[in-house]
């Protein structure tokens, strides 16, 4: 008699449909995405390209496909470890489903779904580790390859033609201390590989590296397995710990952890020298974030405001002591998601036994991956 107030579950037929056109059309965004990332700028998606034919199109779409395929891949190969970990612990889960995205990259990542309860911590280590090791394991190929692959300096000559009377030299002209422009920080592990394979004369400044696809699709899955591996909630990094240290251990470590994050990320955003306009309109703002991101990170609410105030008064006082210091506000959108939705704790299992050895090893290996391609402001 309930049977018809049950959703029915979709054919297989449509949820292939699904998967396979969400692909789709994120290869088409992460593609035009790519086109304006070589172009040099973080905008919305050139979709005028597409009124092009022939020869013109694909000449515009080559640089972004140099993007898209590489980027696309390491994602994919990462989701892939997840669902194929899972399957083989028996746990049932979705196919990777991609998130397309109208500007920037082109797309926010993709995510399966864990369909029922993971029962032991060594199945969540497990499926947890599986994903960003599979895509590091692609990821430092594809940056080897484009370290071993750059093109010569007329490559660069073509984009800005006013660099070709400088030379290999471009940068100390073009470029002079202090100058600004969009950079993409270079976490330990891409700076490593560009000493050990690239040729420092054909090797972009890093202002310039966004005219580079490949290079660009490599040091951006480096950033994307950094951001999967930091250590708090149900994020990959937050199984691999709480495998690691147990529940409770890892959930009294966390809170500490998400303080830090959030006070680096707002660090510089208001000091005592702001005029009273940055106050009254971005104070009540700021305060009310804080009050919502920490409102359950403490057994009591009270706790927490209290707690959220406090990392405001040290904030401030940074700012009086180091004048100029910044943090990184683009991490508070982070710390949101963490701090309200997914939330900072990790679930108990039912089965809490220890790792083996070999998966403590292999979990430490993780936790300094994640030291190598970590870098606490990726663009500046």
């Known amino acids: 008699m309930f049977r018809r107030f049950e959703r029915p579950a979709p054919s297989p037929g449509r949820t292939a449909a699904l998967h396979i056109g969400l692909f789709l059309i994120t290869l088409v965004t992460t593609t035009l995405a790519g086109i304006q990332l070589t172009r040099g700028a973080v905008d919305f998606l050139p979709i005028e390209v597409f009124s092009l034919r022939g020869a013109a199109l694909w000449a515009a779409l080559r640089p972004g496909l140099?993007?898209?395929?590489?980027?696309?891949?390491?994602?994919?190969?990462?989701?892939?470890?997840?669902?194929f970990t899972a399957r083989y612990n028996r746990v049932r889960a979705s196919l990777p489903y991609y998130i397309p995205f109208p500007m920037g990259l082109g797309t926010f990542g993709a995510v399966i779904r864990i369909r029922e309860r993971i029962f032991s911590r060594r199945e969540f280590f497990d499926i947890g580790l599986a994903g960003p090791l599979a895509g590091f394991l692609v990821a430092v190929p594809l940056l080897i390859y484009g370290f071993t692959h750059l093109p010569?300096?007329?490559?660069?000559?073509?984009?800005?033609?006013?660099y070709a009377r400088f030379g290999a030299n471009y940068a100390q002209y073009v470029y002079p201390p202090n100058t600004s422009a969009l950079t993409?920080?270079?976490?330990?592990?891409?700076?490593?590989?560009?000493?050990?394979?690239?040729?420092?004369?054909?090797?972009?400044?890093?202002?310039?590296?966004l005219h580079y696809p490949v290079l660009?699709?490599?040091?951006?899955?480096?950033?994307?397995?950094?951001?999967?591996l930091l250590p708090m909630g149900q994020l990959d990094g937050g199984h691999i710990l709480y495998g690691l240290l147990g529940p409770g251990r890892f959930n009294r470590m966390v809170p500490v952890l998400f303080v830090g994050f959030?006070?680096?990320?707002?660090l510089g955003l208001f000091s005592l020298h702001d005029d009273w306009q940055t106050w009254a309109y971005g104070g009540p703002v700021y305060a009310g974030y804080l009050a919502l991101i920490f409102w359950r990170v403490l057994p009591r609410p009270q706790h927490g405001l209290l707690?959220?105030?406090?990392?405001?008064?040290?904030?401030?006082?940074?700012?009086?002591?180091?004048?100029?210091?910044?943090?990184?506000?683009?991490?508070?959108?982070?710390?949101?998601?963490?701090?309200?939705?997914?939330?900072?704790?990790?679930?108990?299992?039912?089965?809490?036994?220890?790792?083996?050895r070999g998966r403590q090893l292999l979990g430490w290996v993780m936790v300094v991956i994640f030291v190598l391609c970590f870098t606490p402001s990726p663009f500046s």
Do not use: K, M
């Open 66 to 83: 140099w993007f898209a395929l590489p980027f696309l891949g390491v994602l994919t190969v990462h989701e892939f470890g997840h669902y």
């Open 152 to 162: 010569p300096l007329d490559y660069l000559f073509a984009i800005h033609p006013e």
């Open 184 to 209: 993409l920080a270079r976490p330990l592990l891409y700076q490593w590989l560009e000493r050990a394979f690239a040729n420092p004369v054909l090797l972009p400044h890093p202002n310039e590296l």
């Open 216 to 228: 660009l699709a490599g040091e951006l899955s480096l950033f994307f397995t950094a951001l999967n």
């Open 262 to 266: 959030i006070f680096y990320a707002g």
């Open 307 to 356: 707690l959220a105030a406090g990392i405001w008064a040290a904030q401030l006082g940074c700012t009086v002591l180091w004048p100029g210091i910044i943090g990184n506000p683009g991490w508070l959108v982070f710390g949101l998601l963490l701090g309200r939705f997914t939330g900072i704790y990790h679930p108990p299992a039912p089965d809490e036994r220890e790792l083996s």
